[in-house]
């Protein structure tokens, strides 16, 4: 049984041009290492590969569509839940500003590497401040002149 071509072939130009090389000019040509049959080998090997790729890339998607379609259910109830503590709380004057604070607030987000720790300011991006004038470039005194 012939396996599957993959949806997408990554076989490099260069690896391509030297198989039709030897495929039709190179056909009986052998070195102790290299021939035809080793080439289409390698060739079959990368296509395994590449069709392993597209496998977990598919199942990647479906998981992600899983994931996307529980985040909203998930939010779903949230807001329903929402709505019955909105209710129950109508006559609690502690609970309701609080209950009404939430979905006001900015929407939280995992935390990255580059995230502040609380409590630290957020690290300063870009350049360093060009200085303001030539003598201090040079570390002299401002007033005095060169």
Same mark, same amino acid.
């Not at 590497?113 to 200085?131: H, W």
């Given at each position: 049984m012939k396996t599957p071509a993959p949806k997408v072939d990554t076989t490099p130009l260069l690896v391509r041009q030297v198989i039709d090389l030897y495929a039709v000019e190179l056909v009986e040509v052998r070195f102790p290492d290299l021939d035809l049959s080793s080439l289409l080998y390698a060739q079959s090997e990368l296509h395994a590969a590449q069709l392993e790729i597209e496998r977990v890339e598919a199942e990647l998607s479906q998981a992600r569509a899983l994931w996307e379609s529980r985040s909203q259910a998930l939010t779903a109830k949230a807001e329903r839940a929402l709505a019955y503590a909105r209710i129950y709380a109508q006559g609690d004057a502690e609970l309701a500003p609080?209950?009404? &604070?939430? =979905?006001?607030? $900015?929407?939280?987000?995992?935390?990255?590497?580059? &995230?502040?720790?609380? =409590?630290?300011?957020?690290?300063?991006?870009?350049?360093?401040? $060009? #200085?303001? *004038?030539? *003598?201090? #470039?040079? =570390?002299? &005194?401002?007033?005095?002149?060169?």
């Open positions: 609080r209950i009404a &604070d939430i =979905g006001k607030k $900015k929407s939280a987000h995992i935390a990255t590497d580059t &995230d502040a720790m609380p =409590g630290e300011a957020p690290k300063k991006r870009g350049r360093k401040p $060009k #200085l303001e *004038s030539p *003598s201090e #470039l040079f =570390g002299g &005194d401002p007033a005095v002149p060169m």
